[in-house]
C-alpha cells in the first residue's frame, strides 16, 4: 500500500497537495516511505539485523480492545508493503478505509487511513482527505492521535499512517451506564481532558466540527484522544474567519493546502456534523459563521449527555423521513433536563451556557469550558478533603468515647469488685486520659505546621493566587477543630490561637484588597461622572467595613487607625483610591471640592501609611499632580533600585503616574512596558497602562494593554469599551464596532457605552444609526448629555440638516459646562454649522 512510486492522477492536484505540505521527494519521485524498508537497507550496508518486538498491552490488560473490524468492500486492495504489514480492516468512514498494521522498520502497531476508492477521482475529497492528515500532524497534543508518514498508494490513493487506539469510546462508556450517575466523576475527568484537548486546537486556529462520544477514544491506561478530524475547519482562510481578540494567543498557525487559496473555504449551505451535537449555525450550513463556539456547543451536549445519559435533543414520535434529524432541545427544556439529573449547579449553568441558541451567549472558546470544569472539579476535590478531613475527627471523636466508656466500664467492675481497687483504677485512666491527649497534641501539632508552610506559599505566590488562600483556609478549620480538644493553656494552643489570628489577619487584608479591586475594576474601566460616582460610594463603604468611617471620624483618628491596623497596605490603598476618585470628580464638574480640604485629606493618607518606598513614591507622584517641581533624575534612580517583582503593583502603577503627568511619554511608556513584564497576569496594572497610553492619545499601546486585561478577564464591559474607543483612533472601526456591542452585551444599561458606539457608527458613515445610538445612550444616563448632544449634532451636520445640528451642539456646549474632562471642539462645529448653507434643515 504504502511503498509504491506516485501515480499520475486525471488532475495533478493531489501531487501539488503534499508537495506544497512536505516539499518535492528529494529522490524526483519516491514516497516518503521509500520503495524498500528502512530497516532491510541498514541491513544490506552494516550488517545489522534486529527485530525487537515489545509485549502487547493487551496481555495483562484486558480491556485494552482494538475497535472491531468491519467488512471490506469488493473494490478495495488490501493495502501491502515492505514498509508496513496489515493485518486487516478495522473500520470504515464517510471517507476513508482504516487498517491495522505494524511499522516493520519499528516493530509498533499503527493505524493506516485509506482514502476509498470511489472518491480517490474527486479533486475535493482528496483535497480534504490530505487536510485531515496535515492538521492532525500539526496539532501535537497527548489528546491528538499523531500522524506518522503521508504517502500514496500504487493504485494513486493517499494514505496516511497513525498511532493505533486501543480502549473504548466515551459513547460505549456512557451507554453502559445503569444510571446516569454512575461513574460521573470519573467521565468528568475524562470530559475536562477532552476541552483541554479542543482548547489546544482552538488556540491553533482549528475547529474540530464533529465532537460527539464516539469520537472520543479512552484508552486502558487513562488516555483520553480526541480522533476523526476529516470535518476539521481551519479558521482564517476564508471570508468572514477572522482570529479574535479575546482567543488564546496562536503560537503557530495551522497550515494546509489550501491555506494561501482565498475562497476555498466548504461551500456554503454544507451541512458537516452529527445530529445532536452541532450547534445551530452548523446544522443551518451556516459554514460562514462557524467557529470555536460551534465545538462548543458539541462540548456542552456531551457534558448534557453525561449529566442526564441522553443527548439535548427530543427524539421525534413517528419514525421520521429519511435523513431528517431529531430536534433540539429549547432553552426550558435543557434546563429542566439536567435539574432532574441532580447535578452540581455550576455544571447545570456550565452546559446551558454551552448550548445557548446564538453563538454570542455560548463560551467563546473550548479553554474557557475546560478553566470552568477545571475549577468544578478543583472544588469537588476541596470538598472531597474536607469530608475526610471531618471523617478523621469524627473517628479520633468515636475511638475518645470508646476508651470513656471503656474506661467507665472498667471502673464499675472494679468498684463492685473491690474498693481497694480505686487506687488502682484511677491510675489506669490516668494513663488513658494521657495517651489520648498525647495523640490529640500531635494531631494539633501536625496540623499547625502544615497550616504554617501553607500560610507561608500562599504570602509568596502571586497575588492572583487564589488557590494557595483556598488551602490556608481550609487547614484552619482543621485546626480550629484540633484546638478544642487540648488544654487552652499549653505552648501548642498558644501557638495554634497566634497562628489563627494571623490567618485571619492575612484573609481579612486580602479580602479588602479584592472589594476595593472589584470596585474599582467596574467604575474606573468606564472613566465616566456616573461610574465615578458609584466607585466612591461603593469605596467608601468598603473603609466602612473595616471601621473606617470617612464621614465622621477625625482626619488624625483615621490615620492612627489604618497605621496600626493589620491591613495597612490595602486600607491606605483604598483611601488613597478614594482620594483619587473624588479628585477626578471635581476634574468632571461632578462635585466641590476646596484645595486645602483635598490637601488635608493627602496630610491623612501620608499618616496613615508610613512605609518608607510609599511615602517616597507618594511624595513624587503628588508634587507632580499639585504641579510643584519634580526632579526626574530622582524618579528614575528610584525606578532603578527598585525590584519590580518585589513591589506592589499598585505602588509601581502610582511611580509611572509621575512620567504621565509630567508628560514624560517615550519614559512612561518604557516603564510601563517594564512593570507590566513583572507583574503580567495583574489586571490592575494592565488598565493602568493601557488607560495612560489612551490619555496621552498613544492609541497602538493602549490596545495592547487593553487585550492584555481581557485575557485576564474578558468579562469586564468597561475594557471592552475603552478598546472600542481605542481601535476607533487606531482606524480599525469594525473592531472598534465588535469591541463596543461585546461591551453592551455585558452591560446593556450603560448609557456612554451607547455613545462611544455612536461615534464610531458615525465614523463608519452611517449617520443615521449613530442618532439611535445616541439617544439611547442619553436615555440611559443623564451623566453622558454632553457627549451623546455632541455626537447627535455632528451626524445631523453630515446628514446637512444644519439646524436641527446646531440645536444639538448647542445643548453639548450648555451640558459641558463645568466638565473638565469634556474636551471635543463644540464651539468650533457651532460656527461650522452657523457658516452652512440655510437650506440645510
Known sequence: MVNGHRENLDDSMLDRALEAAFGAAADGGATAAGGVSVLA????????????????ADDETAEAVVLPPSLASADDTDPASDRYQVFGEMARGGMGVIYRGRDADLGREVAIKVLQPALAKQPAMVQRFVEEAQIAGQLQHPGILPVYELGLQEDARPFFSMKLIKGRTLADRLEQRRDPADDRAALLKIFEQVCQTIAYAHARGVVHRDLKPSNIMVGAFGEVQVVDWGLAKVLGQGRGEIAHDDAPPQPTRIETVRTERPGAASMAGAVMGTPGYMSPEQARGEVGEIDERADVYALGAMLYEILTGSPPVRRPRATPPSGAAAEPLDAEAIRGGLERADADADLIDLACSCLAARRRDRPRNAKQVADLVNQHLASLEA??????????????????????????????????????????????????????QEQMMAGLASAVSKSSQLLGSAMAARLDNDDAWDAVELAAVQVRDLLEQVPAES??????????????????????????????????????????????????AALLEFGIDLDTMAKDEIARRIREDEATFELADGLELWLGTMGSLVEMGAIQMEFADFRAWLDTLLAADPDPLRQRVRHLVYAAILQEPVDREEVKRLFESLDFERVHPRTLSWLATVYYVVGDTPAMVEVLRRITDA??????????????????????????YYLRCLAIRPDVGGIWRQLGVAYRHTGELAASLDALNRSIELEPEHGPTHIDLAETRLALGDAETAIADARRGLELSAASDAPGWFVIGKARFAQERYGEALEALERAAAAAVGDKRFNEPVEEWIERCRAAPRGGG
Request: proline residues 1%; charged residues 30%; positive net charge.
Open 383 to 436: 470538598r472531597a478533603r474536607q469530608a475526610d478531613v471531618r471523617a478523621a475527627e469524627e473517628r479520633t471523636r468515636a475511638e475518645a468515647e470508646r476508651h470513656r466508656r471503656k474506661l467507665t466500664l472498667a471502673l464499675a467492675v472494679i468498684i463492685v469488685a473491690a474498693l481497694v481497687m480505686i487506687s488502682l483504677g484511677a491510675g489506669w485512666a490516668y494513663v488513658s486520659n494521657q495517651r489520648q
Open 491 to 540: 505552648e501548642l494552643a498558644v501557638r495554634a490561637r497566634a497562628l489563627l489570628e494571623e490567618i485571619d489577619a492575612r484573609t481579612r487584608q486580602r479580602r479588602l484588597g479584592a472589594t476595593v479591586e472589584n470596585v474599582v475594576i467596574y467604575a474606573a474601566t468606564h472613566y465616566d461622572a456616573e461610574s465615578w460616582r458609584r466607585m466612591e460610594r461603593d469605596l467608601r
Open 41 to 56: 537497507r541498514i541491513e544490506q550496508r552494516h550488517g545489522v539485523k534486529t527485530r525487537i518486538v515489545l509485549r502487547d
Open 679 to 704: 507583574h503580567p497576569a495583574d489586571f490592575m496594572l494592565m488598565f493602568d497602562a493601557g488607560f495612560s497610553c489612551a490619555q496621552l492619545q498613544q492609541w497602538a499601546p493602549a490596545v495592547r
